[in-house]
């Protein structure tokens, strides 16, 4: 699409009406195509679109015009070339490491990461002979260390799903460059609102748009944005022949969700700060600690508040034990026990026993995952109605 006027807007303008093309019929909400495939005025036509000679829709496993508009919003917040949206995070995730590694390929990768990812570092990869290595992600040393002449791809999260581990990204992504090696970016709990990985160096910048680009707990959705030619010539084979498509409907849904991602994710990232505020001296006065980046108590918050314009929704506290923060699950009236996360509706999970519980008990211990850890999504409701269900179920917990 032609960038010649959207390339002056600015973020929140981007996010309403980036990418919107409008039909013959000139609707105002973005029109919702369902259809799988289309027709052709004439035989050179489609010939002509196969063999990438002239513009136009093909197959929705490819193209689709709602999907389509969504990928140009999402690149133009994102600041990038462009966009491929995908089923799924998850399928997000796996395209975009698949996609350029082979046999005999290395990856270094976060140890602080979604219990997924991780599987996907430390059970797929290995299956077809790629080789990775997990280390700490706030040492910038270790990532250096990690580096071996066959490294391709570092992969990692920031902040990272449960731990809130955050990454030197100018750091990390300008010793991925110097070495030949493409960074690959979960930009999740952050989105392109509060982060944009690219203005400090990130290659790809792969997304579970069911989180905050939704926001509203309705659809699941992925995207992975880069620069045009790594779209076109690594990606796009993997994802034609694989097919991991994004249906236009759940497109569609979240184009709603990203008209108003701005006003949530500032606002959550404020009702978490001041959440935080509240149940840190409780938890501390346990001997449990609390983590979330916007909080002077995180060891990287002055790192944090330079590579974020809000430091998010999320943060995990650590109450001592499984009795205590069920303890607590169970006493909540308002916050709801769901282990999604990005939600406009405030939630809480036990990572150990819900999205890290098949890593195993020694990796969940190294990357922080303990059996006290309790993870929250602070969403939109009062300050004061969650202050008051948390005060509640910390005093049911006996803290």
Known sequence: MDRAATRNWRPATRALR?????????????????TSGYTYDDAQTVADRFAGEAEGMTYS???????????ERIALMEGAEACRTQASG?????????????????VVAARAAFGSCRWLVDQL???????????????NAAWEAAIRPETKVFFFETPANPTLDIVDLAY???LARAHGITTVVDNAFASPVLQRPMEFGADVVAYSATKLMDGQGRVLAGAICASKQWIDEVLMPFQRNTGPTLSAFNAW??????????????KQSENAVALGRFLEPRIVAVG??????????????????????????IFALDVGSRARAFAILDALGLIDISNNIGDARSLMCHPASTTHANMGDEARAAMGVTEGLLRINVGLEDIA???EDMDRALAAAGI
Do not use: Y
């Open 18 to 34: 980036g990418g919107t093309w409008r039909s013959e019929h000139g609707e105002t909400s973005e029109a919702l195509f369902l």
């Open 61 to 71: 496993r490819l193209q689709n015009p709602t999907v389509a508009m969504l990928e």
């Open 90 to 106: 998850m399928a997000a995730m796996t395209a975009a490491l698949l996609c350029q590694l082979s046999a005999g390929d290395h």
């Open 125 to 139: 990869l290995p299956r077809f002979g790629i080789e990775t290595t997990v280390i700490d992600s706030a040492d």
């Open 172 to 174: 990390v992504c300008a």
């Open 253 to 266: 849904v979240v184009m709603k969700g990203l008209e108003t991602l701005p006003l949530r994710a500032f």
């Open 288 to 313: 449990g600690h609390l983590r979330h980046p916007g909080l002077p108590s995180h060891p990287r918050h002055d790192l944090a508040l330079k590579q974020m314009d809000a430091t998010g929704p």
């Open 385 to 387: 109605d969650l202050t």
